[in-house]
């Protein structure tokens, strides 16, 4: 790990501007991916701004009907919340598949959102990775890809993202505020939040530099059953194959709306509003039709060939079991 300076910030307005006033600065709350990427030297921030004691660790409903939730309440609080349980139970089921109870307690919702991937070639620095070094090449690209993207890549990068949590966050909607090193906020929908590879893959999400998340606010949930469904190699603190999460609104085997969203497909969470709007008729014709337009355009890589098929089962299981209630 190389040197670095520390502060730590009085104020939300103070961390903004502390981070945006030096060029390699990282804001630092839970660590739990930060301090991996430092050790590894794949991250190297010359400074480090604290903002843990800001108070920003709170979920508060909204006049709307929804929850504001601030940056730092950790997973573990959040996946307890009786209010998120309630109303949001495809979130709090997406944070309990993420991760081990002693991660869940240290990482935090504006964390969460901000986590790097997992790929393998990027987390080895003898390997040349467009993500650490851009313009140096992608060596998952003939490389193996069990894990990586057959949706929204690019012949830059073929990663996935990793967030659980993210992928319920995309299918609920949800919108990012945030303040800059300026004092101005703004309010980021989570579609747009994440971004694709393109040719520049490190460029992950639609955050300036210095731009500080300081809460993920949720709607009211839309009618329908909740559901979150997770495929991986083990049964436990693996990241997805493929997951999705899910809002189903039918009875008898029949789907009147539905809305979806899936994790380990693409670079983002991958959600097409044209799919769940095909996603109407009984279960089966449902999944089927809202596949189709889902996974158009999808690419296997050899490896990960198998996540195409493997989507539409997922796909079809949720529908299918979402529908009986």
Request: proline residues 5%.
């Amino acid at each position: 790990m190389k040197a670095f300076s520390y502060e730590r910030a009085t104020s939300v307005e103070a961390a903004a501007k502390a981070v945006a006033a030096h060029p390699h600065a990282k804001f630092i709350a839970g660590g739990t991916n930060l301090l991996d990427l430092m050790k590894l030297q794949i991250e190297a921030p010359t400074h480090l701004v604290d903002v843990n004691r800001l108070g920003l660790d709170r979920a508060e409903d909204t006049p709307e009907g929804g929850l504001r939730i601030g940056t730092l309440v950790r997973n573990a609080d959040l996946a307890a919340d009786a209010r998120v349980r309630a109303k949001y139970p495809v979130l709090s089921r997406s944070l309990l598949a993420g991760a081990s109870a002693q991660l869940r307690n240290k990482a935090t919702t504006g964390g969460n959102l901000l986590q790097r991937t997992r790929c393998y070639y990027f987390y080895d620095p003898s390997k040349p990775c467009n993500k650490r070094t851009p313009g140096s090449g992608c060596s998952a690209i003939g490389g193996f890809t069990r894990n990586h993207a057959v949706l929204g890549a690019s012949e830059h990068c073929i990663a996935t993202h990793p967030s659980d949590m993210a992928v319920a966050m995309r299918v609920l909607d949800a919108q990012v505020e945030t303040v800059n090193g300026a004092g101005q906020r703004r309010v980021i929908p989570i579609a747009d939040f994440h971004q694709l590879p393109g040719d520049t893959p490190h460029v992950e999400t639609a955050l300036a530099h210095g731009e500080c998340i300081t809460a993920v606010v949720l709607p009211s949930p839309p009618p329908g059953r909740q559901v979150y469904r997770k495929v991986r190699d083990r049964a436990s603190y693996a990241f997805a194959l493929v997951s999705v999460a899910a809002i189903v609104d039918g009875a008898g085997g029949s789907v009147r709306s539905a809305r979806f969203a899936f994790g380990g497909l693409a670079h983002k969470p991958w959600r097409i509003e044209d799919a769940d709007r095909a996603a109407t008729g009984a279960a089966a014709d449902a999944a089927q039709a809202a596949a189709d337009r889902l996974l158009q355009g999808a690419k296997g890589q050899g490896d990960n060939d198998f996540k195409i098929p493997l989507a539409r089962r997922v796909l079809a299981g949720v529908l299918a079991e979402a529908s009986q209630s």
